[in-house]
């Protein structure tokens, strides 16, 4: 579908609010027709239709008052509907993105798309397409009424129209590039203001140091310098379009002409006021065309953007249920961002599917990218990933996340009260609400808020980091999972708190397969097994006894690890457990 293919579904109103707003530039000329005709009536001594006169006033100010408010309505409803569906759609489409596409950069065109795009529309849908069949329709009947009474003076008001045309066509030439720069500017500034303000703590300590404050600065002066040097190159033209068109340069030509020909008998009286009335109707749409256009332009650009934005590649979900009791695999996945970063190169693994698995590896080593490909937040760019025997991308979604639920560091919650956020608005038994919760040791702290679990995160409370992840935790639980995997979940945690969790997490361990990415290898020494990733590729995994003895990069991360964590496993922790 062509970017002017997302109005179709608007398409019929806007074309009956055009034609309404068509009729309105026509009825708006009547009273001059009808004037006209007075005054030639009058000055050729017959007797003048007064009442005629009054009436095609009176009829056309009203009629076209009626009409322009009938065109006025219909595009603002085309415009509403537009925006409601288009927003829908985008909606739609972010919730099935790839997670990278939505954070990062990536949310500054999301905030360009949904805001400012959706914006531009609403100019081009209820405004800027009447205004131009407005101005088109009243230049093109003035013109036809004026060539009916003197095609002479018709051709003359045609001159400052044609001399306007192409002063402004000699201003706008290239522009097409201009305006594509001016949008790729604005976006610029866009996505610098979103990462000024996420980055305004770091730039408030380190002051100008900030990068994004720089970004941001450059990018206003980059369009600063942009804007001026284009408006510098188009101005002499753009000015000379206005003032050629200009009513009163019209008038005086039509008037000093028509009297020339009205003392050389070569024109009637009636033509000569029909021109002197019409002649500034027919050019001076002109003047008033430039903006329209650039508005047009913007519109167009943000049908485009839109467009673009709908049309990338989601994520599509298939319909199979997983099976029951199926592990975690992956068969040869690699991973980029962009061209040349390989975070995953060629992972082969089974999980089991009971146990405390954790991976580690050393910062960049591709640790969260193997969470982000388990939780289908993105597909590899190569290989499989399956639960059980089917791929990831042919179950359902809610069969997946069922099934395997996660924790990562900055998991959001909601702005909903604490139990909704554990629920997921889900009818879940009480009982079961807080033995999750106590397990992820928040319980006794939720019971002191305000509201217990019916406080509104963000509203009435705002949680410490350690609570978050503690929340998010439990929400996790409460699903009953198969299998857990933990992004660096525990990291906002005090060294007692993160003790108490993985007491926890090394009991759901007996029933679930826990999945542990870390980068405190001391609190880990106890795991089932340890899964050690050395620049995207598997570079060992066993016990952490088999590791400390047969592989190097675990020992490097061992030798570089820092203080040991409060916490060792307890008796009741190492209780045994089955690895598949
Ligand atoms: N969104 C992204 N865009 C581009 N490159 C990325 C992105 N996310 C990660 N990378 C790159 O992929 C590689 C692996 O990153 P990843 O975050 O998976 O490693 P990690 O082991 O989790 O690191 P850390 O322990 O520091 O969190 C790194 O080189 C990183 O720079």
Aim: with cysteine; aromatic share 4%.
């Amino acid at each position: 579908m062509t970017s002017l293919g997302l109005l179709r579904p608007v398409r019929g109103v806007l074309i009956l609010a055009m034609a309404f707003q068509g009729l309105a530039a026509v009825l708006t000329l009547v009273p001059l027709l009808a004037l006209i005709a007075f005054t030639g009536a009058w000055m050729s001594g017959e007797p003048a239709p007064g009442t005629v006169v009054l009436l095609a006033a009176v009829g056309g100010a009203l009629g076209s008052l009626g009409a322009a408010s009938a065109a006025t309505v219909l595009s603002h409803r085309a415009d509403a509907d537009l925006t409601r569906q288009l927003r829908a759609r985008l909606v739609r489409t972010i919730r099935d993105l790839p997670v990278p596409a939505v954070t990062g950069q990536g949310a500054g065109r999301i905030k360009t798309v949904l805001h400012d795009d959706t914006g531009a529309l609403h100019h081009l849908v209820a405004h800027t397409l009447l205004d131009v069949t407005a101005l088109v329709v009243t230049s093109l009947v003035g013109l036809v009424a004026l060539a009916l009474l003197d095609w002479r003076l018709a051709l003359l008001a045609a001159l400052p129209l044609i001399l306007g045309v192409g002063c402004f066509a000699r201003a706008m030439r290239g522009s097409a590039a201009g305006f594509a720069e001016y949008a790729a500017q604005q976006h610029r500034i866009g996505s610098a203001v979103v990462d000024y303000v996420r980055g305004l703590p770091v730039a408030k300590v380190y002051g100008g140091a900030g990068g994004a404050r720089s970004r941001f600065r450059a990018a206003v002066t980059q369009f600063h310098d942009f804007f001026s040097a284009w408006s510098r190159r188009t101005s002499a033209a753009t000015t000379a379009s206005w003032l050629v068109v200009a009513p009163g340069v019209t008038t005086a030509l039509l008037v000093l002409t028509g009297a020339l020909g009205l003392h050389l008998d070569r024109v009637t009286p009636t033509a000569l006021v029909a021109g002197a009335l019409l002649g500034p109707a027919v050019s001076a749409p002109v003047a008033v065309v430039g903006p329209r256009i650039q508005a047009i332009r913007t519109g167009l650009s943000a049908l485009g953007s839109i467009s673009s934005f709908l049309a990338q590649p989601r994520l599509t979900w298939g319909g199979a249920a997983p099976e029951v009791g199926g592990a975690l695999r992956l068969e040869g996945v690699s991973h980029r961002y962009g061209e040349d970063e390989v975070a995953l190169d060629g992972l082969t693994l089974e999980l089991p599917t009971t146990g405390l698995v954790a991976v580690v590896g050393e910062s960049g080593s591709g640790k969260s990218t193997l969470a982000g490909v388990l939780a289908r937040f993105f597909d590899p760019t190569q290989g499989r990933v399956l639960l059980g025997d089917v791929e990831l991308g042919e179950l359902s979604e809610p069969g997946l996340y069922e099934r395997v639920a996660y924790v990562f560091q900055d998991t959001g919650l909601r702005e909903a009260s604490v139990r909704d956020n554990l629920t997921g608005g889900r009818t879940v038994p009480e009982q079961d609400v807080i033995a999750a919760a106590v397990a992820a040791a928040i319980h006794e702290e939720i019971q002191a808020l305000p509201r217990g679990y019916d406080t509104v995160l963000g509203e009435e409370v705002e949680l410490s980091g350690g609570q978050r992840q503690r929340v998010c935790l439990a929400r996790a639980l409460l699903r009953r999972p198969t299998a857990l995997v933990l992004d660096e979940a525990t990291s906002a945690l005090d060294p007692p708190t993160r003790a108490v969790l993985m007491e926890t997490l090394t009991r759901e361990a007996g029933s679930r397969l826990v999945l542990l990415i870390t980068h405190q290898l001391r609190t880990v020494t106890h795991a089932d097994r340890i899964v050690v990733l050395d620049r995207g590729r598997l570079a060992g995994q066993g016990t952490h006894a088999e590791l400390l003895e047969g592989c190097a990069a675990y020992r490097r991360l061992w030798d570089s690890a820092a203080s040991p964590s409060a916490w060792r496993p307890s008796m009741s922790a190492a209780a045994p457990r089955k690895d598949s």
